[in-house]
T-cell receptor, first 111, second 111 residues
Framework: KQEVTQIPAALSVPEGENLVLNCSFT??????LQWFRQDPGKGLTSLLL?????REQTSGRLNASLDKSSGRSTLYIAASQPGDSATYLC??????????FGTGTSLTVIP | DTGVSQDPRHKITKRGQNVTFRCDPI?????LYWYRQTLGQGPEFLTY????????KSRLLSDRFSAERPKGSFSTLEIQRTEQGDSAMYLC?????????FGQGTRLTVV
């Protein structure tokens, strides 16, 4: 069974700082990896999808990288803003279309 | 199309009652997923449909839980004889390709 771990569990940074969130997975035979954002009490918003053949994917101030061989992905957020405060989740699907999620990193950006 | 829609957003029910949740996926998406999320945890897979066929079910989906997707469009998740341990956020997602899109969830509280 795929296990997904996210470090750190919580992070607090001043506005404007660049930051990195980490995601690791135990089974490197993945098709893709998806990063989500979740605001308190809300559903998940898709941020980035990285296919297994890709090494990076960028959207605005977000950049996600994938290293399948080491079982790791990182989400880089540039010039953080208070509106970035949320929980960030990574998810990896198995061959049967079931997504395995980490427990998330709770980010607080302090104005 | 405004994305995946879930109804109701909140449900409070007494222990032992039955509840039903509805999910309307993005219109062209043939895949539909149900997940359950408890506080501080990542979403856990419950079940997966491709069109109207239920192809995967988690062991979390006890015999009190049933899901349907008639005609391959909207889906319902029913919980019979609710227990306090069923209190959670129930999330629905849909996809056509690799990227999954989630709804806002239904928050269930069993009292």
């Amino acid at each position: 069974k795929q296990e997904v771990t996210q470090i750190p569990a919580a992070l607090s940074v001043p506005e404007g700082e660049n930051l990195v969130l980490n995601c690791s997975f135990t089974d490197s035979a993945i098709y893709n990896l998806q990063w989500f954002r979740q605001d308190p009490g809300k559903g998940l918003t898709s941020l980035l999808l990285i296919q297994s053949s890709q090494r990076e994917q960028t959207s605005g101030r977000l950049n996600a990288s994938l290293d399948k061989s080491s079982g790791r992905s990182t989400l880089y957020i540039a010039a953080s803003q208070p509106g970035d405060s949320a929980t960030y989740l990574c998810a990896v699907p198995n061959t049967g279309n079931q997504f395995y999620f980490g427990t998330g990193t709770s980010l607080t950006v302090i104005p | 199309d405004t994305g995946v829609s879930q109804d109701p957003r909140h449900k409070i029910t007494k222990r032992g009652q039955n509840v039903t949740f509805r999910c309307d996926p993005i219109s062209e998406h043939n895949r539909l997923y149900w997940y359950r999320q408890t506080l501080g945890q990542g979403p856990e897979f419950l079940t997966y449909f491709q069109n109207e066929a239920q192809l995967e079910k988690s062991r979390l989906l006890s015999d009190r839980f049933s899901a349907e997707r008639p005609k391959g469009s909207f889906s319902t998740l029913e919980i019979q004889r609710t227990e306090q341990g069923d209190s959670a956020m129930y999330l629905c997602a849909s996809s056509y390709g690799a990227e999954a899109f989630f709804g806002q969830g239904t928050r269930l509280t069993v009292v």
